[in-house]
């Protein structure tokens, strides 16, 4: 690998993904080769057989963590996270939520060429749901499901989340209602007795990792705030690093940030602030999708470079320090490292209509993507 794939009847993005052992569906989709699938189909649920994809080499942090259906004549059903591979999330901190379905005795078949969004539909139509629990795994990552007396046939996950520790990081959630282009719906209709490998990446480890090479000043050491977790929406994936500057308002302390920020939001809307002096400070949990770009936040870091880069004539500007260049080119190297599906850096006012960055700081990007291999926003 890497390899070409024709998209066979009946295939999805996940099975394909599973089938290359490729951690998540959406690095083949993303893979800057497919460029002209995406244009073709605009959201992965439309693929169709006979497209040709082309899968990239998976990726090393991904280890798969393995969730296996015992069979049924067992007295439990078994849920197993790999407890041999490290990369996999840590063993009795994931807590799963469950639904228990059994078929209607006339069920809506699904229509051929159905999206991912009306099979979902129909799905919800052909099932009765029996209840819905919650399990956590033990230390040995297994969760043990009595299902003897159940007449349950099948089953879905439909939520998975670490609350062990803080902050409380959300793995996977199947939302609802679905919208065309949210992406095909893993983990459902999951059938009682056989045997299911999925994957999940260790969250938590990645951020840890990401932390220790950068140096962070950890929140826990600057903030005063207590953020809303409960509130807030996870994302992963990430696709564009986008650049901000404090502007006019000045802010050069990262508290200012947060006080500023805590008043609208459950958390600072940045992922990341450079000082000054080029140290770097842990925002928003990275396992949390920002507030930095209005209604276009998803898969998107927020990087802020503390000052006011514009360059107005009837104000005090700053310039842009080399321990801000070099923090810049420092947290871009360790996030493409961290999440091969980034492609793209960009300024806020790629965006939107704005000043920010500034143009001072805005004219350095084009260098930072010529230096790292990344593209401008699609305009």
Known sequence: MPAEHIIQRNESLSTIARFYKIADWKSIWMDPRNSTLRQARKVP??????????????????TPAKLTVAPPDQASTLLWFN???????????????????????????????????????????????????????????????????????????????DDAHQPPIPYFSNKWPRKPGDGPIPWQALEVGQKHILTLPNKRHTVEQIATKLQLVRRKQWGSKKPDYLKMEGDWDYTDIVIHHSGNSGEKDPSQIESKHMKKWEDVGYHYLVRSDGAIYEGRHLAFKGSHVEKQNTHKIGVLVMGDFESNWWDSDDDLSAGQRNAVRKIISTLKQAFPTILTLGGHKDYKNTECPGDLLYRELGGLRKEFELKAPAK
């Open 83 to 161: 407890p041999m591979e490290t990369d996999a999330p840590c063993l009795g901190e994931l807590k799963v939520k469950l639904s228990l379905y059994k078929k209607k005795e006339r069920g809506v078949p699904f229509a051929p060429g159905a999206s991912a969004w009306e099979e979902w539909e129909l799905f919800q139509s052909s099932l009765l749901p029996l209840g819905h629990f919650e399990a956590r795994a033990d230390t040995q990552g297994v969760i043990r499901l009595n299902l003897r007396s159940s007449p349950a046939k099948e089953f879905s996950i439909d939520l998975i989340w």
């Open 45 to 62: 649920e439309r693929i169709r057989p006979g497209d040709r994809l082309f899968i990239p080499d998976p990726s090393p942090r991904s």
